[in-house]
């Protein structure tokens, strides 16, 4: 098994997790001291400490149980590079949960989010294995589900100190920042054209079967938790394939799955419906490497009757006596 905090990619992939760090970091920053974010500080903290401290703890027990040096030992640098993608989401989770002021649902979420890349991996080919779970996206739903009384922080906390351009300035930077990155680091572009795409689509099926206003359908995508969904959210690299069919497929599945939660009344449907497309790829692919697997030879005796099969080439089972 791979180091957790190990690049499968190019170089790109580190980039972009420095700068999608960076931008997280920033916008958490300008929430708590000028766009007028609810939580407290004390969440942020919270989040961040517990994340920090589940993925060293893990990685450690997983490097101590493989035999190998864990990958953060080599200087500050290799260390903050290894936490990036838990930073990430801790601030995420604290940034868009609202759980009044009780800090332990935001560890729980946080938590469930960090230990969902080690409990839950699928093969990804030659041997390698992966997380397929969003962790941000992860613990939120989990939190959501479990605890009906937490909800998501309330859409005006992002732009409420603003006022004139400024409300329109920092959804612009969001957006460009976001196309920025899935252009030239992450190449999620053509899944958030599907997500996009989709997304207006099953607004005008609803629209046309439910009767629902087509405006009032497609209002989400005015708001600041839409757009961090859209750009910082489900574009995740590690969680994604890597392909354009592969891509559109995903996004369009996410969209298409939000819009059944959203005719059957089921609120959140951003979080719940990337939570499940996110394990239908990760069935999806653990059936596969099921199927392209081979049956172990079966012996008589001493000796062994040679066979061939694989469950992904043909049906038949030969076998040479």
């Given at each position: 098994m791979p180091p957790r905090g190990e690049s499968t990619g190019p170089d790109t992939r580190l980039a972009a997790l420095r700068?999608?760090?960076?931008?997280?970091?920033?916008?958490?920053?300008?929430?708590?001291?000028?766009?007028?974010?609810?939580?407290?500080?004390?969440?942020?903290?919270?989040?961040?400490?517990?994340a920090y401290t589940m993925e060293l703890t893990l990685e450690t027990v997983g490097a101590w149980a493989d035999r190998r040096p864990p990958p953060f030992r080599g200087g500050w640098c290799a260390l903050i590079d290894f936490l990036l993608p838990a930073h990430i989401t801790a601030l995420a989770v604290s940034m868009l949960l609202y759980a009044n002021d009780r800090l332990w649902v935001i560890a729980f979420a946080t938590a469930m989010g960090i230990g969902s890349k080690?409990?839950?991996?699928?093969?990804?080919?030659?041997?390698?294995?992966?997380?397929?779970?969003?962790p941000s996206n992860t613990g939120i739903a989990l939190t959501l589900l479990l605890f009906p009384w937490v909800g998501i922080a309330p859409p005006y906390q992002f732009t409420e100190n603003l006022e004139g351009v400024g409300d329109l300035l920092l959804p612009g930077v969001i957006v460009l920042s976001g196309m920025f990155l899935n252009?030239?680091?992450?190449?999620?572009?053509?899944?958030?054209?599907?997500?996009?795409?989709?997304?207006?689509?099953?607004?005008?099926?609803r629209s046309l079967a439910q009767g629902t206003p087509m405006v009032a359908a497609v209002l989400p995508v005015t708001g600041m938790a839409f757009l961090l969904f859209t750009f910082y959210m489900v574009t995740d690299p590690a969680?994604?394939?890597?392909?354009?069919?592969?891509?559109?497929?995903?996004?369009?599945?996410?969209?298409?799955?939000?819009?059944?939660?959203?005719?059957?009344?089921?609120?959140?449907?951003?979080?719940?419906?990337?939570?499940?497309?996110?394990?239908a790829r990760g069935l999806g692919l653990t059936a596969l490497?099921?199927?392209?697997?081979?049956?172990?030879?079966?012996?008589?005796?001493?000796?062994?009757?040679?066979a061939r099969v694989s469950l992904a080439s043909s049906p038949v089972l030969e076998v040479a006596e």
């Open positions: 700068r999608f760090a960076a931008a997280i970091t920033i916008l958490n920053v300008l929430g708590h001291f000028v766009l007028g974010f609810e939580q407290s500080w004390a969440q942020p903290l919270v989040a961040l400490a517990t080690t409990l839950i991996r699928v093969p990804v080919g030659r041997g390698r294995v992966r997380h397929c779970l969003n252009t030239r680091f992450t190449g999620r572009v053509p899944l958030i054209l599907a997500w996009l795409g989709g997304f207006v689509l099953q607004a005008a099926v969680t994604t394939p890597s392909g354009t069919l592969g891509q559109l497929a995903f996004g369009g599945s996410v969209a298409a799955t939000y819009g059944l939660l959203t005719a059957s009344h089921v609120v959140f449907g951003l979080f719940f419906s990337l939570l499940i497309v996110c394990s490497a099921w199927a392209r697997s081979p049956i172990p030879i079966p012996t008589h005796g001493d000796r062994p009757i040679p």
